[in-house]
């Protein structure tokens, strides 16, 4: 035996409520909110990313003898690190800064060795690997000239 269910509402309680017209002023407005928030999400992660760059140097630089055992993972965060410096480079349209992280890449390439970190020459390179990260940090969105 069956029952048969019956809706107790009306039959024009079932339409779909009326949808207004799309307001363009607030889309816009909603739109260019959330491509500053976006900027700025990604201003910070490029930050985060220099400095933790910064940070591994400076270890590198200050632990030289015992750095050594730490070699991967070392190149490893600072190819990381040049790459994603490089790609804002790209995109910003500043060729000449990203050439130049694109050498310390493939400087500090973890799977094509060009140097070792054992000898003085090599702690000079460490050091002036720095220089790059702290001057993207300083002038983040200025147009660094090289002289």
């Known amino acids: 035996m069956s029952t048969l269910v019956r809706d107790p509402a009306p039959r024009e309680a079932r339409l779909p409520p009326e949808t207004r017209p799309l307001d363009e002023v607030v889309w816009k ?11 700025r999400n990604s201003a910070t992660r490029m930050k985060a990313v220099k ?8 270890a590198l630089a200050g632990l030289w ?14 190819t990381i690190g040049a790459t994603a410096v490089m790609f804002q480079s790209f ?4 060729y000449a800064i990203a050439a ?8 500090y ?15 000079a390179l460490v050091l002036a690997s720095l220089v790059p990260f702290v001057a993207a ?10 002289i």
């Open 109 to 123: 390439n973890p799977m094509i060795r060009l140097f070792s970190f054992s000898g003085d020459w090599q702690h």
């Open 91 to 94: 995109h910003r349209r500043h």
């Open 29 to 39: 407005a909603w739109v260019a909110k959330n491509r500053i928030r976006e900027q």
């Open 51 to 58: 400095w933790v760059s910064i940070a591994v140097l400076v």
């Open 100 to 107: 130049l992280f694109g050498a310390l890449t493939v400087l």
């Open 65 to 78: 003898s015992r750095m050594a055992a730490f070699d991967i993972a070392v190149r490893f965060v600072v």
């Open 137 to 146: 940090l300083a002038w983040p969105d200025h147009r660094l000239k090289l």
